[in-house]
């Protein structure tokens, strides 16, 4: 048996970021832009297919420029104070 110094009354409080469940992205593919809808004014990261980090800002017009992107899978980090989503899309 183990034992811990946790108290049995000890309360822990695990906070998960909750899921947007109105934002959708179009075109997918896309060439140039990204279109968001139902995420203005929030923070987003892009990452490739192998985790890096390829690009970041905030969002504006509803649009993330991608021109700049190669070819290629990337997915899309929407976050806001509380909320957080992740969404797949091509780069053509």
Same mark, same amino acid.
């Given at each position: 048996m183990y034992r811990c110094g946790i108290p049995a009354t000890a309360i822990f409080v695990i906070r998960r970021p909750r899921m947007y469940r *109105?934002? $959708?992205?179009?075109?997918?593919?896309? $060439? *140039?832009?990204? =279109?968001? $809808? !139902?995420?203005? !004014?929030?923070?987003?990261?892009? =990452?490739?297919?192998? !985790? &890096?980090?390829? $690009?970041? !800002?905030?969002?504006? *017009? &509803?649009k993330v420029p991608v021109r700049d992107l190669s070819k290629g899978i990337y997915f899309i980090r929407i976050k806001d104070k509380e909320n957080m989503t992740q969404l797949k899309f091509i780069k053509k």
């Open positions: *109105d934002i $959708s992205i179009y075109p997918n593919p896309a $060439s *140039d832009v990204l =279109n968001i $809808s !139902g995420a203005e !004014g929030t923070e987003f990261k892009i =990452n490739n297919a192998a !985790g &890096q980090l390829v $690009s970041k !800002g905030k969002i504006s *017009d &509803q």
